[in-house]
């Protein structure tokens, strides 16, 4: 029973650092699904959750991706399906970058202690570069969205990668002062 609270809490906390992440975007920035953001902060969220719980939390970042489309994004300009496998993507992607560069042996995320920046920061740009290329393969495909391939894709980059670093950096700085002051 021990098992499944710990895997319904892992879940439920991945869930809401994604939907926070969302919440926190569209109001530091703007979104569009055919424009994205300058600053994607989901997409930190979705690492950091992957890095600590592991594939475990998928679900809970499924969940939170089509939550976050049929809410925040207002259903992706009404697109329900290519935006919901546009979110089911989205989720996977950071675990697809994950396993590729764990069997190409450049990093291992297995265990948080072994874990340098440098490998996070590779992760995060791999990730983007997939998850901006998956994107823009599914919502052309869909030739419901008007996508312009260059400011897609610049824009997709550009704000998943800023906003990888922007959270994983802040969680990294952040977490061990607030821990500090709690043992303080």
Do not use: E, R, T
């Given at each position: 029973m021990e098992k499944y609270k710990n895997y319904l809490a892992s879940n439920l906390i991945a869930f809401m650092a994604v939907v926070l992440a969302a919440i926190l975007m569209i109001n530091l920035s703007n979104f569009s699904v055919e424009v994205g953001s300058y600053l994607y902060l989901p997409i930190g969220a979705k690492i950091l959750v992957f890095l600590i719980f592991g594939r475990y939390v998928l679900p809970g970042v499924i969940l939170a991706c089509l939550f976050c489309?049929?809410?925040l994004f207002a259903t992706w300009g009404?697109?329900?399906v290519w935006g919901g496998i546009g979110a089911i993507m989205g989720a996977i992607t950071p675990l697809v970058s994950m396993w590729l560069i764990e069997y190409f042996?450049?990093?291992?995320?297995?265990k948080l202690e072994r874990i340098n920046f440098r490998?996070?920061?590779f992760l995060i740009i791999f990730t983007a570069v997939l998850h901006a290329l998956g994107r823009f393969l599914i919502y052309a495909k869909s030739s419901v969205f008007t996508i312009n391939p260059v400011d897609f894709l610049g824009h997709y980059l550009i704000g998943d990668?800023?906003?990888g670093i922007v959270v994983i950096w802040t969680v990294l700085k952040i977490t061990p002062l607030v821990l500090t002051t709690v043992k303080a």
């Open positions: 489309g049929f809410v009404g697109q329900l042996k450049l990093a291992d995320y297995s490998h996070i920061l990668i800023l906003g």
